[in-house]
C-alpha cells in the first residue's frame, strides 16, 4: 500500500474548487451550453462522415472471396524479469544527480505499468515533494505544516446560486499527525532498506567471471544453477555451458522474518546449505499469495536431518497481486522474487537436477581456484569405486561414517548388506561413475553433496544416486547415500 504523502492533494483540490465557486452563476450556465452546442456539432457531423461512407461501400462491387490463410500461432510473450528494477536505479540515478527534471515522468510511467510496486510509488513521492522542498533523505516524509483550508459555508435554507455568491469564509488550519502511524514507519524503514540492498547490487556485483565456491564440479546434465546471498538479499541465476557456469540474471529476493538458519518447524528462518528443487507446483492450484508458481527445495537435506533440524514446505515462489516485492525479511522462511523474475526462473531451471546453494554470504572465486581440492576430493571418489569395483568390502566400508543413515533409517550394518549384495551383482565388472556433480557446503563441517549415475561396466543403464560426504581430520567419509532416480 503507497505511504500517505504530503496532502499536496487536498490542497490542490481545495484550490479547484474554491475557483470553481469564485465563477458567477450566469457565466457557468452560458460555458455549459456553448460546451453541449459544441458537442452535438461535433455528433452531427460525425454521423453525415458515417453515412457518406456507407454509402459510398454499397456503390462498390462486392469483393472476390479471397482464400483465408490460417495465422501462425502467436510467439510468447517476452519475459520482462529485472525490467521493473532496472527503471528504479535509473530514476535513483538521476534524481541522485539532481536530474530530478528527467527522473519524474521516468518515475510516472514506472508507476503507471507496476501500480503494485512500493518503492516506486515512494520514489515519485519524493520527486514531487521534492519540488516544494529539499529532501534529505528516500521517502523525506516529514509533518506538513498547517495548511489554511476554507471553511465550508451553511448552506441549510439557501439556493446554489446564494451559496456561490456569499462571500468565502475564513480559512482554517488543517495540519498532519507529528508523527507516521507505527505500521506505516515500519513500511517506511523496509522500503529504505529494500532500495538501500537493491542499489548495492550494482554498486558490488560479482567478480567477472566468478562463480560461488561451493560449485566445485557441474554434470553437463544441470543446465542451470541457482545461489542465493542472504545478506544481499540477491539471487543469482547460473547457465552450465561448455565453458562451465555462466551469470546470466540476479534478482532481489526476501527471506525469513527472522532471517536465516531454520532450526524448527515454524522458526520463520530460511535455511542455509546445499538443496534442489524438487518440482515446479502449478500456479493454478496455488493460492493467489504465492502469485507466478513455486518450486519446492528439499529441506531438511540429509545434512539437516543429521543435524536433527525440521520443518518443510521451503520454496522459492512469487508475490500476491497487490505487492511487486516484498521487505527484505518478510517470509516465513521461503525464498520470494517479484512475478515476472520468478516467471524467468519458472521457464528455465529443470526440477530435481537445479542445485539451489542459499548462504549467508557468498564466497566468489575464479573457477581455476577450485582445481586443487576439485582433484583432491575425485582421488577420494576413484578410491571407493575401486574398492566397490574389486569387491574389497573392507575397504569399501572404511569410507562410510558410523553414524551413517540411508533412506528408510537404513543404518551402517543393514547398509553393509546393501553393498555386499551390490559387489557380488556387478561379477567382477568395474563401477562407471557418470554425470557427475559435486558441491561443497562449509559451516561447522566440511560436506560434499554428490550426485552421479553408477553403472556397471559395459552396461547401458544404471541407478542415479547422492551421497553426503563429511570431512573427519584428513578423510572422507560417507554419511547417506541413497538411490534418487
Known sequence: MPLPLFPLGQVLTA???????????PALAKKAEKTAKTEKAAKTEKADKAEKAHKARAR?????IKKVQRKPAAKPAPLHDGEAERRLLEISRLTAQGRAREALPLAERLVRDHPNFQ????????????????????????????????????ITGLTFATAVAAP?????????????????????????????????????PPP????????????????HAIAMDASRSRLYLFENTDKGLVLVADYYASVGKLGTEKLVEGDQRTPLGVYYITSRLDPATLKDFYGAGALPINYPNPLDQSRGKTGSGIW???????????????????????????????????????PVVIARQLQWVKPQALQGERQSFQAV???????????DMQRLMSFYAPEFQGLRNVG??????????????????????????????????????????????????????????????????????????
Open 60 to 64: 462498390e462491387p462486392a469483393p472476390a
Open 381 to 391: 571418489l576413484d578410491a571407493w569405486s575401486k574398492a566397490k569395483s574389486h569387491g
Open 208 to 223: 567477472q567471471g566468478s562463480i560461488p565456491a561451493q560449485f566445485l564440479e557441474l554434470s553437463a546434465r544441470t543446465r
Open 316 to 354: 522459492l515462489h512469487g508475490t500476491p497481486p497487490d505487492q511487486f516485492s516484498r521487505a527484505p525479511q518478510a517470509s516465513d522462511g521461503c525464498l520470494v522474487l517479484a512475478n515476472p523474475d520468478l516467471e524467468r526462473i519458472l521457464k528455465t531451471v529443470e526440477p530435481r537436477t537445479t
Open 119 to 154: 518503492l516506486a510509488q515512494l520514489a515519485l513521492g519524493d520527486l514531487l515533494a521534492a519540488r516544494a522542498r529539499p529532501l534529505g533523505r528516500v521517502g523525506d516524509i516529514v509533518p506538513a505544516p498547517a495548511v489554511a483550508m476554507p471553511t465550508p459555508a451553511p
Open 15 to 25: 484550490a479547484a474548487v474554491t475557483a470553481l465557486l469564485a465563477v458567477p452563476a
Open 412 to 485: 551402517l550394518e543393514q547398509w553393509t548388506q546393501v553393498m555386499q549384495a551390490e559387489t557380488k551383482a556387478l561379477r567382477g565388472r568395474g563401477v562407471v561413475l557418470k554425470d557427475k556433480s559435486v558441491l561443497h557446503w562449509t559451516d561447522s563441517s566440511d560436506t560434499m553433496v554428490v550426485t552421479f549415475g553408477e553403472l556397471a561396466e559395459g552396461a547401458r543403464t544404471g541407478s542415479i544416486k547422492r551421497q553426503y560426504w563429511t570431512r573427519k581430520g584428513a578423510h572422507w567419509q560417507i554419511f547417506f547415500e541413497g538411490v534418487i532416480g
Open 168 to 204: 468565502a469564509p475564513a480559512p482554517r488550519p488543517i495540519s498532519l499527525p507529528s508523527t507516521l502511524p507505527p505500521s506505516a514507519s515500519e513500511a517506511l524503514t523496509s522500503l529504505r532498506s529494500e532500495l538501500r540492498l537493491r542499489l548495492d547490487s550494482t554498486k558490488a
